[in-house]
């Protein structure tokens, strides 16, 4: 594997259920991101982690709960899911230490809530 | 705090013809740029950053942006799209001093290239 993972790609969930998403990256990086894309509005950005430490959590219902257990692995676990909460999901890596580096995006989870 | 306005939601351009995509910013500190593309079904891959120095910037796939500071624009442009380049487009800034690589993005302008 290369880049950044995801799986599952697609998810479809009833809102009462607990499910998990989960983010690998192959390249070395130190941090790691979720965003969420839903139509019509920007990419937001949910949660930054920094050598497995949360530096950013942008205001993300309690619902949405992420684990970074090393600097390769990413998990964003979610339970009592809202149909707003119908996005793709997208996992990002870098280099955390400068703002001029790029980020590495994976291929993101299509979830819809029912 | 930095917004990033993207003019253009769809863009429709025949094959071979010039395509423009503009991209506006605001920010009370010094930002660099950056343009991400995101073909379907993919997650979003870098063409071109903007950090220092000439303000004409070339990217992958024959993309090139220019900075202007004073319009406080990043306007995306290719001379002859294919209809590869159909996709979605997106404009990011990140503050210079800001610890870590933060982006900000515009809303994305959807370019449908036709035959």
């Known amino acids: 594997e290369t880049g950044v993972t995801q799986t599952p790609r697609h998810l479809v969930m009833g809102m009462t259920n607990k499910k998990s998403l989960k983010c690998e990256q192959h390249l070395g990086h130190n941090a790691m991101y979720w965003y969420k894309q839903s139509a019509k509005k920007p990419l937001e950005l949910m949660f930054v982690?920094?050598?497995?430490?949360?530096?950013e959590n942008n205001s993300v219902p309690s619902r949405f709960s992420p684990e970074c257990p090393n600097s390769s692995h990413l998990f964003l676990h979610l339970h009592t899911l809202q149909p707003e909460d119908s996005a793709l999901y997208l996992c990002?890596?870098?280099?955390?230490?400068?703002?001029?580096?790029?980020?590495?995006f994976g291929p993101g989870t299509r979830l819809t809530v029912t | 705090a930095q917004s990033v306005t993207q003019l253009d939601s769809q863009v429709p351009v025949f094959e071979e013809a010039p395509v423009e995509l503009r991209c506006n910013y605001s920010?009370?500190?010094?930002?660099?740029l950056f343009w991400y593309v995101q073909y379907p079904n993919q997650g979003l891959q870098l063409l071109l950053k903007y950090l220092s120095g000439s303000t004409l910037v070339k990217g992958i796939n024959g993309f090139e942006a220019e900075f202007n500071k004073s319009q406080t624009s990043f306007h995306l442009r290719k001379p002859s799209v294919h209809i590869s380049d159909t996709a979605e487009y997106f404009c990011a800034v990140s503050d210079i001093k800001a610890a870590g690589n933060k982006l900000t993005f515009g809303g994305g302008t959807r370019v449908l290239v036709k035959p």
């Open positions: 982690y920094s050598l497995e430490e949360r530096v």
């Open positions: 920010s009370s500190v010094s930002v660099y």
């Open positions: 990002a890596s870098s280099q955390y230490a400068q703002s001029s580096y790029e980020q590495y």
